[in-house]
């Protein structure tokens, strides 16, 4: 079984300022992990995975996401955050294992003030 | 990305209507998946396929079913919509190697009034 904790419904930031979307998951395997945008009226876009390779992983418009086995966490960051970054924003969990299941958290609403 | 594309993108019907929902993906995926989207709860899959002769139910299938045409084309049906229907649809496609890699489309926004 495989779970997803998306630790915020909600985050808002200043331009500027860095990002820290929290999320905690389960797994009975070595898991991947992935982190999807959904900006308004849009699909899902992939902005970063990882899947058993480097620890720290970067994705595209600056943000990254380290990899804590230890503390079974998959938070995603940004150092500075940039008003097209408002967005929801999901943490998604597979286990592996050949597996194609996909458990998504219930996504984390950036908003950026300027 | 255009690479999967939904049809309609937007859709308002009736109670008790039949609509279906197209999806079209020029990847080369063998995989393909319906899913929903509702606000608060993510996204839950609704049926897969892993190739033409090969459908199964996910994890919230009732009042629903597909069809897969052919490799690059997977539909879903409301035989008789309801308004707790309305919801986010969206197609995703992925290769048989890395499954677990999913490319979505824009989606399909369905209203049953």
């Known amino acids: 079984a495989q779970s997803v904790t998306q630790l915020d419904s909600h985050v808002s930031v200043s331009e500027g300022t860095p990002v820290l979307l929290r999320c905690n998951y389960s797994s009975s395997y070595s898991p991947s992990l992935f982190w999807y945008v959904q900006h308004p009226n849009k699909g899902l876009q992939l902005l970063l995975k990882?899947?058993?390779?480097?620890?720290l992983v970067k994705g595209i418009n600056g943000f990254e996401a380290e990899f804590k086995k230890s503390e079974t966490s998959f938070h995603l960051t940004k150092p500075s955050a940039h008003m097209s970054d408002a967005a929801e924003y999901f943490c998604?969990?597979?286990?592996?294992?050949?597996?194609?299941?996909?458990?998504f958290g219930k996504g984390t609403k950036l908003s950026v003030i300027p | 990305d255009a690479d999967v594309t939904q049809t309609p993108r937007n859709r308002i019907t009736k109670t008790g209507k039949r609509i279906m929902l197209e999806c079209s993906q020029t990847?080369?995926?063998?995989?393909m998946y319906w899913y929903r989207q509702d606000p608060g709860l993510g996204l839950r899959l609704i049926y897969y396929s892993f190739d033409v002769k090969d459908i199964n139910k996910g994890e919230i299938s009732d009042g629903y079913s597909v069809s897969r045409q052919a490799q690059a084309k997977f539909s879903l049906s409301l035989e008789s919509a309801i308004p707790n229907q309305t919801a986010l649809y969206f197609c995703?496609?992925?290769?048989?190697?890395?499954?677990?890699?999913?490319?979505f489309g824009p989606g399909t926004r369905l209203t049953v009034t």
């Open positions: 990882y899947t058993s390779a480097a620890t």
């Open positions: 990847k080369g995926h063998d995989r």
């Open positions: 995703a496609t992925s290769d048989s190697d890395r499954g677990y890699e999913q490319y």
């Open positions: 998604v969990v597979n286990s592996g294992a050949g597996s194609y299941q996909l458990t």
